[in-house]
């Protein structure tokens, strides 16, 4: 069954500007994680923020959690072209694997 | 080193064919998953593999079997294919793969697998 669902499903921008996804899902977690695809390529980790984190950094990543709207914001700053990717959210199943979103289909402009 | 490699990257065939797409995993890691990501890019759950110990049997039928020869292989065997088949297959493989939280995955890069 799927659990996240990624907001907006596309997204174009210019390369400089900044990108923001949005994740919901619907049962309670302990972590939940980003993920990123390049066209024709397998899911790159991007970053794991935990059940007890509001927000977390990584480079030009930003991740935030809101448990109580059971939601998760990814926000990419002064994007690039090599950003251009789908993005997904995965929160875990009931036996170790992981139930992802969607996605959000990115399309950064030179 | 490649750390999840699948082979092929490419798979044609007609259908009611069986096929078999090959997963290696050189991180030492204890639980390897099948996914299956269709043409809109849904990502789902085939099966995992915990220490050779099947963990996870989606609904996925029965034609689809995996084999763990070992705890970095996990080979996905498919008989009589069918054209909905069709779709990109992902292995990936973590840490741990207990309830109470999924650590990072490490995905392959994928084996397109046309039915004809």
């Known amino acids: 069954s799927q659990q996240g669902e990624e907001d907006p499903q596309a997204l174009s921008i210019q390369e400089g500007e900044n990108a923001t996804m949005n994740c919901s899902y619907k049962?309670?977690?302990?972590?939940l994680q980003w993920y990123r695809q390049n066209s024709g390529r397998g899911l790159v980790h991007l970053i794991l923020i935990r059940s007890n984190e509001r927000e977390k950094h990584s480079g030009r990543l930003r991740v935030t959690l809101d448990t109580s709207k059971k939601s998760s914001s990814l926000l990419i700053t002064a994007s690039r072209a090599a950003d251009t990717a789908s993005y997904f959210c995965?929160?875990?199943?009931?036996?170790?694997?992981?139930?992802f979103g969607k996605g959000t289909k990115l399309s950064v402009k030179p | 080193d490649t750390a999840v490699s699948q082979t092929p990257k490419y798979l044609v065939t007609q259908m009611g064919n069986d096929k078999s797409i090959k997963c290696e995993q050189n991180?030492?890691?204890?639980?390897m998953y099948w996914y299956k990501q269709d043409s809109k890019k849904f990502l789902k759950i085939m099966f995992s593999y915990n220490n050779k110990e099947l963990i996870i049997n989606e609904t996925v039928p029965n034609r689809f079997s995996p084999k763990s020869p070992d705890k970095a292989h996990l080979n996905l065997h498919i008989n009589s294919l069918e054209l909905g088949d069709s779709a990109v297959y992902f292995c990936?493989?973590?840490?741990?793969?207990?309830?109470?939280?999924?650590?990072?995955?490490?995905f392959g890069p994928g084996t397109r697998l046309t039915v004809l």
């Open positions: 995965a929160t875990a199943g009931s036996q170790g694997n992981l139930i």
């Open positions: 990936a493989s973590s840490r741990a793969g207990s309830t109470g939280g999924v650590d990072t995955q490490y």
């Open positions: 991180l030492g890691h204890d639980t």
């Open positions: 049962t309670s977690i302990n972590n």
